[in-house]
């Protein structure tokens, strides 16, 4: 029995890995359209948590404004920042608001959630 696999078959298992991320934040695209928040919110942390950039700001968002989850204004921080950091010009913005709704502790809090966050992530500390 030949026990090597065929590269058909590994190319695409290969490409099955790799799939989901993308799959994850067009299903949150395609959720939020429809109207369904809570399947939007987990596709979209499905997505960033797999390092999708696209779904840092949209997952943001979710948080910010109680989309889908709860409103959480240090995860709103955590992940406007990540957006930020991948490039998005008015996350700043956005993540400063979220910092507004926060206490100074709280900041402080989100600050170290949002570098714990980016070194998870392996996104640069600083924006070129």
Known sequence: MNKKIPAVILFCLTTL????AAADFEAGIDANRSGDRVTAFNEFQAAARDQDERAYGKLASMYLYGLGTEKNY???????HMAYLAGENEAERFRDAAASMLSA???S????AAEA???ELGLAKKRE
């Open 109 to 112: 809090n989100a600050r170290e």
């Open 105 to 107: 502790t709280e900041v």
């Open 117 to 119: 966050q980016r070194l």
């Open 17 to 20: 890995a790799l799939a989901p």
């Open 74 to 80: 240090e995860q709103a921080y955590v992940w406007f």
